[in-house]
């Protein structure tokens, strides 16, 4: 008899725990898991097969065992309607050895059956059991692979808005105030001189008009 998945039993078990708690990569061993479990169906498909032959072997033996048996009854048979007594004498006695071996062949053979359905039965439940583990391996690769993730997204959060972060946006900010005063000092400049430069030109223009003024009304004899 073989034991099931002798290798890796525990997979659902403590050893999950233990495997996450060591930090080792959960992905990684569950593969390893898997692969263990699938040398242990090979394993057991080879021990079914053999226990299989040993049956069908048997099996074999026995029939042949038994119909030697048969055929030496028949034989003697004939012997005795032929008047040969001494004949059907030695073919009972080589029936009766057949018989036994065929008795003997029998119980070998049908333990030998009852052991390959057996065999055949727990490779079954293993087979059942694997693909089960491989659903719930499928399953906690995703949810390793998932919590992962989240793992790098709340350390990439966690840096955002941090420390040396924060003033450094602080700084960025006081310089950028800076440069809007500088940019709002510079208007105010610029719109003063602007001023004193129009009042200016407007002086000019009014003493201009006044003297062109001036000269049309010695024209028309008007001062």
Do not use: C
């Amino acid at each position: 008899m073989f034991q099931l998945f002798k290798r890796v039993k525990t997979v659902v078990g403590s050893e999950l725990n233990a495997m996450l708690d060591k930090a080792e990569d959960p992905v990684k061993m569950l593969d390893q898991f898997m692969r263990e479990m699938e040398a242990d169906i090979r394993d057991a498909e080879a021990a079914v097969a053999k226990q299989i032959a040993n049956e069908k072997m048997l099996q074999r033996k026995y029939e042949e065992a038994d119909k030697m048996a048969e055929k030496r009854q028949q034989q003697a048979v004939k012997a005795l309607e032929a008047g040969n007594d001494d004949l059907a004498r030695r073919a009972l006695e080589d029936k009766k050895t057949h018989s036994a071996q065929a008795d003997t062949m029998r119980e070998s053979y049908e333990r030998a059956k009852g052991d390959a359905d057996s065999l055949r039965k727990k490779l079954d439940e293993m087979k059942n059991e694997y693909n089960q583990m491989k659903l719930k391996k499928d399953s906690l690769k995703a949810r390793a692979e998932s919590a992962k993730t989240r793992t790098k997204m709340n350390r990439a959060m966690s840096s955002i808005g941090g420390d040396e972060s924060r003033k450094g946006f602080d700084r960025m900010e006081e310089k950028v105030l800076q440069f809007e005063a500088e940019a709002e000092t510079s208007e105010d400049m610029k719109s003063s001189n602007r001023s004193l430069d129009d009042e200016l030109d407007a002086l000019d223009k009014s003493n201009g008009v006044d003297d062109e003024l001036a000269a049309l009304k010695k024209q028309l004899g008007k001062e």
